[in-house]
């Protein structure tokens, strides 16, 4: 009998970095302009997670631009155009999508994904 993690649909492992949804994690991601190439951050929360294995699996990443509009962005893990990925952040949410996000503030979000015990 096989059994598997709970958690399993809700994190990834890429290069040996554990993620799960609801974590803050950092992009860099190459873009080809012309004959140039540039690599481009892209800072995030973890909002979902698709596919079985490592050759159809994709994040999305969901930041808040500068002017407050929300950008969310569909990465596919296999892509070589992704030069690294970087935890920024560790949360303690354990849904599998967090799709609730995007209807929250700036401060509602941190209280919802990062609790802190006050004592």
Excluded at 5 to 34: C, F, L, P, R
Excluded at 46 to 75: A, F, H, P, W, Y
Excluded at 90 to 107: D, G
């Amino acid at each position: 009998m096989n059994l598997v993690s709970k958690n399993m649909a809700n994190s990834i492992t890429y290069k040996d970095k554990q993620m799960a949804v609801g974590d803050t994690i950092s992009i860099n991601y190459k873009i080809k302009e012309g004959s140039k190439e540039r690599q481009q951050l892209f800072e995030g929360i973890l909002t979902k997670i698709k596919g079985q294995d490592g050759q159809n699996r994709m994040i999305t990443v969901r930041k808040v631009s500068n002017v407050g509009i929300g950008v969310e962005r569909i990465i596919p893990l296999s892509s070589p155009f992704i030069s690294g990925i970087k935890l920024v952040k560790k949360s303690v949410y354990s849904k599998a999508k967090l799709y609730f996000l995007r209807n929250l503030s700036a401060q509602k979000l941190r209280q919802k994904l990062y609790k802190t015990t006050v004592k």
